[in-house]
């Protein structure tokens, strides 16, 4: 399981940072970011406030350029792509917020969500029905408008729109902000049944407890470099993530 | 006597529908008010006079062949004029929009004279239906403004160029994300707004003698209905058009025409207090 541990992992990697630095207008947010995603893991990135994550997460989805740096899906080089070509490569994203078209309804949502890539990555009828099996709060609702969805809805929804592409890797951005105690859980839950099919995800959370429990390997991210990289287990027995996180 | 300001209401409500409409798509897609609407207007109808007048073609193929020559110009317009301020302010775009008006109406009165001008229209006596008097320009107002509309309801909801729209319009930056190429919805909102509004022109030069001014007889009215049916919403914009095209007609019993278009003001004014966010604006979902 470990990366950087004794144990050398057979499985492969899909995603994966070397040097990676990004910023906005002035300095570096994030420098010299190397990460290796493992097929089929659940990758989380944890850290206090202002520590680069969001940054960190946009530039895997091609929303901010990586200054320095190369990204990897699979074997290809994806630092150069647009975020509808990287979606189209096979790594969705689900924004933090401002995730679904308020105006459109839940069906238009899910629509939309593949229909302007390219032909051969669109949805398929049974990419949608798989989708719609697994995300019943939502198949419900389809001539709903979206902005009428409660806002655990509404991640589903945005959640169930990345699924539509059919991904191997999933970015999520802070999946259980701004969530009701009970829906969190359940956020954290269809995050674990996705993974179970198969798909990797890379999530951010500020939810350390609930995002430990359902993580293969966490990245503590500090001031914008890696404090640590290292399983939930060994970061809860063997750290003090308080000290880590005031570096 | 009420029925037939009725009527008529109903119909100048269809004329200010096209250029309503118009207006709310380029804010919904531009986020700017758009100025130039009445010039835009004013052009339609001068396109379809040179094609009616100079190469005698009839009205309605000349109304067809001018909105779609237009429909081009404005997409021309767009490139030349807002493409390079495209992440300005919405006042900015606003103030270039004036500066288009201008530009326009100029034109028109170097080409075609300040005088009044009016299509060669067949003259035909109004119809008696139930004692209501109905001419036939209203007839063909009504039958090619809900004819456009159907289509433009068709296009919005029911095309991926029209789920575009409405994404584009809802939320830019995850329709960016979504693979929407913003600068193609732009054009085609382009093409339909310069299509419906020369088509707007057209009819009001039927309605009216055709001078460099049309375009600003309407810009009043056509900015209330936008603003009644909350500003980017195209329903709303047509039942906006609608509302003021009777309410201002039916003033016309209490208070001398010409001041018809301070009803439109006063429409603004009160809802700008009581219902800033447009008739149906509740409708639309903000976050």
């Known amino acids: 399981m470990n990366i950087h541990g004794s144990v050398v992992s057979a499985r492969e990697i899909v995603l994966s940072t070397e040097g990676v630095a990004a910023g906005y207008d002035g300095d570096d947010i994030i420098s010299d970011i190397s990460v290796a995603v493992e097929q089929g893991s659940i990758f989380t990135v944890i850290g206090p406030n202002g520590s680069g994550k969001s940054t960190f997460i946009k530039v895997l989805a091609g929303l901010l350029p990586a200054r320095t740096g190369e990204i990897h899906l699979g074997a290809m080089s994806i630092a150069r792509l647009s975020a509808p070509q990287r979606v189209a490569a096979g790594l969705a994203y689900v924004p933090q917020e401002f995730n679904v078209f308020a105006n459109l309804t839940v069906g238009e949502n899910l629509r939309v969500s593949t229909e302007f890539l390219e032909r051969k990555r669109r949805a398929s009828a049974e990419q949608r029905e798989?989708?719609?099996?697994?995300?019943?709060?939502?198949?419900?609702?389809?001539?709903?408008?979206?902005?009428?969805?409660?806002?655990?809805?509404?991640q589903m929804l945005a959640f169930a729109c990345a699924m539509m592409a059919a991904p191997t890797v999933l970015l999520l951005d802070e999946p259980s902000a701004g969530l009701s105690p009970k829906f969190v859980a359940e956020i954290f839950d269809k995050v674990k049944s996705v993974n179970a099919l198969g798909v990797t995800v890379v999530m951010i959370e500020q939810n350390v407890k609930e995002a430990l429990r359902i993580a293969d390997i966490a990245l503590v991210l500090v001031n914008g470099a890696t404090r640590l990289l290292a399983t939930p287990d060994d970061i809860l027995t063997k750290h003090d993530l308080h000290k880590l996180y005031l570096g | 006597?009420?029925?037939?300001?009725?009527?008529?209401?109903?119909?100048?409500?269809?004329?200010?529908?096209?250029?309503?409409?118009?207006?709310?798509?380029?804010?919904?897609?531009?986020?700017?008010?758009?100025?130039?609407?009445?010039?835009?207007?004013?052009?339609?109808?001068?396109?379809?006079?040179?094609?009616?007048?100079?190469?005698?073609?009839?009205?309605?193929?000349?109304?067809?062949?001018?909105?779609?020559?237009?429909?081009?110009?404005?997409?021309?317009?767009?490139?030349?004029?807002?493409?390079?301020?495209?992440?300005r302010s919405a006042i900015t775009l606003l103030v270039a929009s004036m500066g288009v008006s201008f530009v326009l109406e100029n034109i028109v009165r170097f080409i075609f004279g300040n005088g009044a001008r009016s299509f060669?229209?067949?003259?035909?006596?109004?119809?008696?239906?139930?004692?209501?008097?109905?001419?036939?320009?209203?007839?063909?107002?009504?039958?090619?403004?809900?004819?456009?509309?159907?289509?433009?309801?068709?296009?919005?909801?029911?095309?991926?160029?029209?789920?575009?729209?409405?994404?584009?319009?809802?939320?830019?930056?995850?329709?960016?994300?979504?693979?929407?190429d913003r600068e193609r919805i732009v054009r085609w909102t382009w093409v339909i707004a310069g299509f419906l509004t020369a088509a707007a022109g057209v009819l009001a030069g039927m309605d009216r003698a055709i001078d460099p001014l049309i375009g600003w007889n309407y810009i009043v009215t056509v900015f209330a209905a936008s603003i009644l049916g909350g500003l980017g919403n195209p329903v709303g914009a047509v039942l906006g058009a609608l509302t003021v095209g009777v309410v201002e007609e039916t003033s016309t019993l209490l208070i001398p025409p010409n001041y018809r278009q301070v009803i439109s003001f006063c429409a603004i004014a009160l809802l700008l207090l009581l219902r800033p966010q447009g008739l149906l604006g509740a409708q639309r979902i903000k976050k």
Do not use: W
Not at chain 2, 31 to 45: E, R, S, Y
């Open chain 2, 1 to 87: 006597m009420t029925a037939q300001v009725v009527l008529n209401g109903l119909v100048t409500g269809m004329v200010v529908a096209l250029p309503a409409v118009a207006l709310t798509l380029i804010y919904g897609i531009l986020k700017f008010p758009n100025f130039a609407i009445g010039a835009m207007l004013t052009v339609g109808a001068y396109l379809a006079l040179a094609l009616n007048v100079y190469l005698s073609l009839p009205v309605l193929y000349a109304a067809a062949i001018g909105a779609a020559v237009f429909s081009v110009v404005a997409v021309g317009i767009d490139q030349a004029v807002f493409r390079p301020l495209r992440e």
């Open chain 1, 130 to 154: 798989r989708v719609l099996a697994m995300f019943p709060e939502v198949a419900g609702r389809l001539g709903l408008r979206a902005g009428y969805l409660s806002g655990g809805q509404r």
């Open chain 2, 120 to 180: 060669e229209l067949p003259l035909a006596r109004p119809k008696l239906v139930f004692g209501l008097r109905i001419n036939n320009e209203q007839v063909v107002t009504a039958v090619a403004v809900i004819a456009a509309m159907a289509v433009v309801y068709v296009v919005l909801c029911h095309t991926p160029l029209g789920r575009a729209m409405r994404a584009v319009s809802d939320n830019p930056a995850l329709a960016a994300a979504r693979g929407i």
